[in-house]
Nanobody, 115 residues
Framework: QVRLVESGGGLVQAGGSLRLSCAASGSFFSINVMGWYRQAPRNQRELVAAMTRGGAISYSDLVEGRFTISRDIAKNTVYLQMNSLKPEDTAVYYC?????????WGQGTQVTVSS
């Protein structure tokens, strides 16, 4: 199993930037895919960005070109750099990890973008 802890959310004006971090405890190398999801009020949770163990990356069309997912294997941490933020990016952002026989979620971190 892997435990995930997010940090880095907050309040930012439209056009600003934030960087989210997701620290994984446990066996980082057992993880096949790590991703960032978000859930706005009254909306379903949606995938924002994901990275496979091999480094393949995918983004939601809504954030492509503005958000960047990256990782630091030495620190067992995945990041989400969010630039050119828009009010519609406001949501709780969750980190997710999937591996053989498990799927783990972090507790979430609130991102609020003011217009």
């Amino acid at each position: 199993q892997v435990r995930l802890v997010e940090s880095g959310g907050g309040l930012v004006q439209a056009g600003g930037s934030l960087r989210l971090s997701c620290a994984a405890s446990g066996s980082f190398f057992s993880i096949n895919v790590m991703g960032w999801y978000r859930q706005a009020p009254r909306n379903q949770r949606e995938l924002v960005a994901a990275m496979t163990r091999g480094g393949a990356i995918s983004y939601s069309d809504l954030v492509e070109g503005r958000f960047t997912i990256s990782r630091d294997i030495a620190k067992n941490t995945v990041y989400l750099q969010m630039n050119s933020l828009k009010p519609e990016d406001t949501a709780v952002y969750y980190c997710n990890a999937v591996g053989p026989g498990f799927g783990s979620w972090g507790q979430g971190t609130q991102v609020t973008v003011s217009s």
